[in-house]
């Protein structure tokens, strides 16, 4: 399994490459007003309007950093009535990936209805990083804030 690592606060977390679309420079942003403040801002890329989110802001409510090194990780989310939408994270020091031995890696599961601690935590090579499942990350109230449609029954 390959990892996308990135930083939120002092604490390392990883995203499944088989996740990720592109990885972006930061980009101005669109502001989206009267929007929980996690929700950053809009880009678009080849005709579609993504919604950037701040996973600093969301996990830890402290935003990210303007740093060289903090990306626009575009990410393909599943939501309700199968439709799939583009999801942009804005997150801190995106510079490394990581190969795990799925066997060799020790890992210790924690959920949270909250999104705050959702994922695997995996022990590799002392080091520990969570595993962030995107799919979990974005349960059904968040992506219902981010991609508000009205759904027909």
């Known amino acids: 399994m390959l990892l996308l690592l990135f930083t939120i606060g002092e604490e390392r977390y ?3 490459a088989t996740q990720v679309q592109e990885v972006w420079p930061l980009l101005p942003l669109k502001p989206v007003h009267r929007t929980p ?3 950053v801002g809009l880009i678009s890329s080849r005709g579609e309007i993504i919604p950037v989110v701040d996973i600093s802001k969301l996990y830890v409510n402290k935003p990210a950093s303007n740093l060289i090194s903090t990306r626009i990780i575009l990410i393909k989310v599943g939501g309700l009535n199968g439709e799939e939408h583009t999801l942009g994270i804005l997150a801190e020091h995106v510079t490394d990936t990581i190969k795990i031995d799925e066997l060799a890696a020790k890992s210790f599961s924690i959920k949270s209805k909250y999104g705050t601690l959702v994922g695997e935590e995996l022990l590799v090579d002392d080091q520990l ?6 799919d979990e990350l974005i349960q059904n109230d968040l ?3 981010i991609f508000c449609h009205n759904y027909e029954s």
Do not use: A, F, R
Not at 129 to 134: L, V
């Open 143 to 145: 992506y219902e804030q």
């Open 14 to 16: 990883g995203v499944e």
């Open 37 to 39: 403040d996690y929700i």
């Open 129 to 134: 990083i969570q595993k962030i499942n995107i």
